[in-house]
């Protein structure tokens, strides 16, 4: 099965900083990749489809790119509700499986 | 707006089986291209999606829980359920039901189809007692 793996599993930064985290698949997955921002205690909350698509409403801070194998999900000036667990997702094959997460904290 | 709402059981006993539904409002639960899935989360863990389901009753579960897996759906009453069978501890965590739309695209042309979690419910919190 295809396995997700993000990078940096943890990252500390500053409101304002730019930020870009990782999403590695084990093979290709085309732009089957979406992006998730969850805060602490909550649901989930999708930023990005297809790698590149911003979602209805998310702010244009969130920017995603790649294919194939390798994503990432820019945050060009964080804000303070962007301090959360961000998750990447693939939908290429039968398992949709996730990456283990990335924590961005408050250095 | 659309919401989703989980509902069921918050404790259940190891070897017995899981029911939840997921009610959903503010819009139809009908549509060429609506799916809907269930993800759960144990507590301080990561994502794993269990499955989705299509108002026609089609549905694609994961592979890893494919055996123990069960959804179904209720279009007169705009829910969709889960059932997962042989409950062990490891079955215990925070349990999401969420809209999954499909969308298409054409890539190095070739056609893709993808799907994308767009509203998800608050989650409902299922233990496993021994």
């Known amino acids: 099965d295809i396995q997700m793996t993000q990078s940096p599993s943890s990252l500390s930064a500053s409101v304002g900083d730019r930020v870009t985290i990782t999403c590695r698949a084990s093979?290709?997955?085309?732009?089957?990749l979406n992006w998730y921002r969850q805060k602490l205690g909550q649901a989930p909350h999708l930023l990005i489809y297809?790698?590149?698509t911003l979602q209805s409403g998310v702010p244009s801070r969130f920017n995603g790119s790649g294919s194939g194998t390798d994503f990432s999900l820019t945050i060009s000036s964080l804000q303070p509700e962007d301090f959360a667990t961000y998750f990447c997702q693939q939908t290429y094959t039968a398992s949709n499986s996730f990456g283990q997460g990335t924590k961005l904290q408050i250095k | 707006q659309v919401q989703l709402q989980e509902s069921g059981p918050g404790l259940v006993k190891a070897s017995q089986t899981l029911s939840l539904t997921c009610t959903v409002s503010?819009?139809?639960?009908?549509?060429?291209?609506?799916?809907w899935s269930w993800i759960r989360q144990p507590a301080g863990k990561g994502l794993e999606w269990l499955g989705r389901?299509?108002?026609?009753?089609?549905?694609r579960y994961s592979p890893s829980l494919k055996s123990r897996v069960t959804m179904s759906v209720d279009t007169s009453k705009n829910q969709f359920s889960l059932r997962l069978t042989s409950v062990t501890a490891a079955d215990t965590a925070v349990y999401y039901c969420?809209?999954?739309?499909?969308?298409?695209?054409?890539?190095?042309?070739?056609?893709?189809?993808?799907?994308?979690?767009?509203?998800w419910g608050k989650g409902t919190t299922v233990s496993v007692s021994s």
């Open positions: 969420a809209r999954d739309p499909r969308a298409s695209y054409y890539g190095s042309g070739n056609y893709y189809e993808t799907y994308y979690m767009d509203v």
């Open positions: 503010g819009g139809s639960i009908s549509g060429d291209d609506l799916f």
């Open positions: 093979q290709s997955i085309s732009s089957n």
């Open positions: 297809t790698a590149f």
């Open positions: 389901i299509h108002s026609s009753g089609r549905t």
